[in-house]
């Protein structure tokens, strides 16, 4: 991230002095990220001068980038109140916003702003650091004194502002007699000169309309609005939708049916319009009431009066040369509800058929088609289950004869998607569904020239080919379990790719194959290319993030991490400084928006999830001796949440918001469940998912560090891991769904595997283990006690003993299954690691026995007879299953020198790709997918030899 380091005083490259000239540079080198070099500058200059406190900001600051940050606390330590000066305040800002200290922050400005009492832009530094830090009461005393000092109506609204935010708080925190008793009442008496001021201002009226909201005094807000001295013009769209919706909250459906014929006649294409229109038109006809006075234009209360208003919207927008999509969808719309409630019976063939026919006429050769006809296909889809009826309205039987060629091409690819939207290709055999994947590709290959004048970043027309080809090659691995044509696609789909590289759907689709197949490097690098940043981490950084670690892509996870978190970082600080921007420009509404967008961004999945995972991956690979952990946790710079975050209401609407399921496009027509059940089934799985990874951090952090209470972690995770199972078990079950493949990377229905499960069974009691090792007196045990400790032991060891050994033979199968196959799939891979991983855990706990069981060289007897007794239970129970490990890790060692010794040529033939075998394309996707498995399958023996012993090594040295 680079970081925006802004200082008030003029330039330092403009200065002639060459100490500016030489903090310049250091702020140049923190910016591009340079941070090592930077911190290197510091100190040489320092050695020159070590009282100035210009580079010394800067040193704390590249510190704590670079990981110091010990070194940089003790740097800022030295910053008393006397020695801040506006010159490096930026800087020192920065520091504590990367230790997330804002009590310091708000010291630098409140130190700054009391020394200089009359400066208005100090003053308002630090309202805005009040303001962005959540400070509410704070800020609004910083605001009652500068509307003292400075006589301005604008911190008067600040004041307003930040009393209004102080009660949205004590709502949330249950103190609603605080709100509107108190609160409220006040910042509306602060107001209210302001709102008796004519002609009112817009900025005041915005305040106002909030603050009504906040009290629920919705009628007051529709008066507001609707008043003659309202400053928002009548036309204007925004207080057009917001009557409508207040209208809505408030049940008044004659006015919302009339303010949306007002939208509708400005705007025929508005579909927010449509749906209140349709929504209060249903409310009438089931609720006839008298029309108030005063509504115009004249509410419809029945629904030949709907029909009769919405066919002469379509009709008129029938006659345009350009019609707009709105008026033919709401028709249908109009149709469906109707039939829904029962209370109105609609001929399917004279009503909706000729609408369906009229709209793919308009809009059959453009991409929206399908996915605007999606409900409505799906609602009628009894209907349209014969061929020739599918051809009556089919887009490429509506075609002109003097059409231009590349609008045919996109009216077949809308009549081939729509073929699948109806399930035509669900009962295909793997004959039939080669020879239609082949008849797509052949398509695509023929439609390509009519896009050749378009640019690279520009959607061919024949794009849509490429896409089902990729839906189809998935569906028959599906049904054969074979993977040649789902290698086929993957070439296809990167050629398409390459024709059109702005196409987004196809390179997730791509993605999406390619991590089926393992070829985790080649799918990150068309990650990297979709350039959409805030959607890649927040909504669709589930495609990877869930998977990396899951193959063996543990560079890559750690890496994908740092990159989410300084992405979550970074545009937290753009939003803070959006807010403060927002006030100061009197956007008081954007405030309120962009708070809400910097709690999303706290609240996101796969943060935590993505920290979990390389954590665990890190602890792993470093931390081959007990005394190893705790450095080993140095990744967790940002801290995992605790169990009530990730229980809280505002996570599981943030995984929900994730759109999981919508970027499939055929993923709804195979399911007998509506999506929005689906969806909420899979929000509550992988939210259960989410809390289990990082409470089984959290587990290991505490074994390692002591600091937590570890019984309670370990109660926490079997907890959650029930709740996971309990989750899971509620899923949709057809495992031949795509959403089950593609839609989920791996190819099954659950987060965890029953093997997966049980080693995560098996984890979970080893640390419970651990928590019974750690319950012995320090002092030691005799007699009878000593008898109990030792058979509770012997027991404990014996059960997982027990659990281990299936663990272990199941890793052994799928060494043996793996050695077999010329390419693994990510089913494959993810077994492999799930074990190391169980392997690894139980390793870790197995250390902290042995280091609680260490014995000093002056120890009371029955201490040392209690030790070594336990001492000797656990060796003589786990010797065996101890060695095994060094299997497993041959195991490994012997999969990985079978992968670097493949053949690129060998494993093209041996793939059976037929007659694409010969082509350049396909030969460097095998390629590709030997380099990815070499190095997926060298960073798992590199964290298996950490794990596993060599198989000569004795069971005592073990």
Known sequence: RKLDISTTMASLRQKSSPRDRRIAKIQDMVQQGHYPQALKECNQQLKKDNSDKHVMAFKALASVLTGREDEGRAILAEFTDDAIVIDYVA??????????????????????????????????????????????????????????????????????????????????????????????????????????????????????????????????????????DCPVPKDNRERCQQLLSLFQQLGQQHQANAQAQTMLAAEPDDWTAYLAYLESLQALVSNSANVPEGVAPEPHTTWAQGQAYLQSLLETEQAKPSPCRGPFLAMLEYYKRSTACDLQSVDFTTSVMPVLQAYTTAFGSKLCCVPDLKPYIRYWKADLTDPATLAAFAPSNQSSPDEPAHKTVLRNVQTAQLQRLLGQQAELSPEEIVTTYQSYQDQYFAALPTGKDLKPSELQYADGFAFLCGHLAFQHHVATGDISLLFQAVVLLTTAVGNSSGASQLRLLLIRLQLLLGMVQPALEHWKHLEVKQMQHDSLGYFVTDHLVRMGAFDNSLNMADSLIRFISGASETTRNAISRAAQQRSYHMVEQFFHMLDKLKLTANSPLALADASLTHVMANAKHWHDLPSAFDL?????????????????????????????????????????????????????????????????????????????????????????????????????????????VRPRSRYLTEQAYTQAVLVAEMFSFLVQIQAIPNAGLKGEQLKELQAAISKSTAKLATMLEPVLTALKSCLEQAAETPILLAVQLEALVDGVECLALVRIALLGCYEHLKLPESVPKPRRRTMTSVQTILTETFQTTWLDYGHVGDGFSKLFDAAKALDDAALVASLDLGQVAASDGTKQVAIDAVTAHFNNLRNIVNITLQVCPSPSVSAEKA
């Open 636 to 744: 967790l710079k940002t801290p995992l949440p605790d169990a009530d975050t990730l229980s809280s209401t505002e996570t599981k609407t943030a995984i929900r918001d994730q759109r999981e399921l919508t970027v499939m496009d055929d993923v709804e027509p195979f399911l007998s469940l509506e999506p929005s059940d689906i969806k909420s089934s899979y929000t509550t799985a992988r939210l259960a998912y989410v809390r289990y990874r990082c409470q089984q951090m959290t587990m290991v952090k505490a074994a390692a560090l002591g600091k937590e209470d570890l019984e309670l972690q370990v109660t926490l995770v079997k907890r959650t891991l029930a709740a996971l199972k309990e989750a899971e078990s509620q899923l949709p079950t057809p495992t031949n769904h795509p959403i089950f493949g593609l839609g989920a």
């Open 91 to 228: 800087v020192l800002e920065q520091a504590y916003l990367e230790l997330d200290d804002t009590d310091e922050i708000l010291r630098l400005y409140q130190v700054l702003a009391k020394r200089q009492p009359k400066d208005e832009e100090m003053a308002t530094q630090l309202f805005m650091r009040l303001l962005v830090h959540r400070e509410f009461k704070q800020a609004q005393t910083q605001a009652f004194t500068m509307a003292k000092t400075f006589k301005s109506p604008q911190h008067t609204e600040w004041a307003v502002l930040s009393l209004l935010f102080q009660a949205r708080e004590a709502v949330a925190n249950g103190q609603d007699k605080l709100a509107t008793g108190v609160l409220l009442p006040l910042a509306e008496r602060l107001l209210q000169p302001a709102l008796e001021t004519k002609p009112l201002s817009h900025q005041c009226f915005r305040l106002h309309t909030m603050l009504l909201l906040q009290a629920g005094k919705l009628q007051a807000v529709v008066d507001a609005l609707q008043a003659a």
